[in-house]
C-alpha cells in the first residue's frame, strides 16, 4: 500500500524559510516522478513543483507562482521527498501534499503570516 | 502552460440520477505515439486528500465503483457518474500531464 507521510509545516513569517519532507513506503520511491501540491484554505488545487526520476535525469519543474523560490529534492536512500520554501509569502499559506498521482499524503499546513 | 477550464462550478443533483462534469483543455493533451490521453479525474472530500478516480482519460483506477467514467479526446473530456450516491458529495478536479501538471478550478457536487 502507498502510503506518504508529510512533516515540517508551520507558522514562518514573510520573507522566512521552511523545508517540508514527505516520507514514502510501498511503492518504488527511487522509481517514481513525485510531485508537490497545495491547496490554500477553501481554495483548489494547485501544482506546485515536481522531480523526476534519477532514471530520468531527476529533473526538476516548478509552477511560475514559486519558481525561483522554491526547491523540489530527493534521497532515494532514504525514500524521501523534500520542498525548500524560501521567501515566503502570505499566498503561499495552504495544506501541502506530496503526490505520485495515485497516492497523496494528508498534508501538512503552511501557514505564512505576520 | 495547459489550462483546464471545468464547468460547471456546481452542481445539485437528485440521489440516483447522473452528474457529469466537463472539462475543457486550452490544447490536446493528446499523445499521437501513443494515441493516450493525459488527463485524469480527482474526487475530494472535506478534510481528504483528492482520490484518483480515472486517468488516461476513461481508465478508472482499481477499486473505484463503476458508477464512475470518463470520456473524451483531445481538448474536451466528462466525468459522468451514472447514479449519484450520497457519499459522492465532493469536489472533483481534472488534471493534465501532458506536460507540466495542472488542474482544473474544480467542481462541487452536492445532492438535490
Known amino acids: 500500500e502507498v502510503q506518504l507521510v508529510e512533516s515540517g509545516g508551520g507558522l514562518v513569517k514573510p520573507g522566512g524559510s521552511l523545508r517540508l519532507s514527505c516520507v514514502a513506503s510501498?511503492?518504488?520511491?527511487?522509481?517514481?516522478?513525485m510531485n508537490w501540491v497545495r491547496q490554500a484554505p477553501g481554495k483548489g488545487l494547485e501544482w506546485v513543483g515536481r522531480?523526476?526520476?534519477?532514471?530520468?535525469?531527476?529533473?526538476?519543474d516548478y509552477a511560475a507562482p514559486v519558481k525561483g523560490r522554491f526547491t523540489v529534492s530527493r534521497d532515494d536512500s532514504k525514500n524521501t521527498l523534500y520542498l525548500q520554501m524560501n521567501s515566503l509569502k502570505t499566498e503561499d499559506t495552504a495544506v501541502y501534499y506530496c503526490s505520485t498521482g495515485v497516492g497523496w499524503g494528508q498534508g501538512t499546513l503552511v501557514t505564512v503570516s505576520s | 502552460d495547459i489550462v483546464l477550464t471545468q464547468s460547471p462550478d456546481s452542481l445539485a443533483v437528485s440521489l440516483g440520477e447522473r452528474a457529469t462534469v466537463n472539462c475543457k483543455s486550452s490544447q490536446s493533451v493528446l499523445y499521437n505515439s501513443n494515441n493516450k490521453n493525459y488527463l485524469a479525474w480527482y474526487q475530494q472530500k472535506p478534510g481528504q486528500p483528492p482520490k484518483l478516480l480515472i486517468y488516461?482519460?476513461?481508465t478508472r483506477e482499481s477499486g473505484v465503483p463503476d458508477r464512475f467514467s470518463g470520456s473524451g479526446s483531445g481538448t474536451d473530456f466528462t466525468l459522468t457518474i451514472s447514479s449519484l450516491q450520497a457519499e459522492d458529495v465532493g469536489v472533483y478536479y481534472c488534471q493534465q500531464y501532458y506536460s507540466t501538471p495542472s488542474f482544473g478550478q474544480g467542481t462541487r457536487l452536492e445532492i438535490k
Open positions: 522531480i523526476k526520476s534519477k532514471t530520468d535525469n531527476g529533473t526538476t
Open positions: 510501498g511503492f518504488s520511491f527511487s522509481n517514481a516522478w
Open positions: 488516461w482519460a476513461s
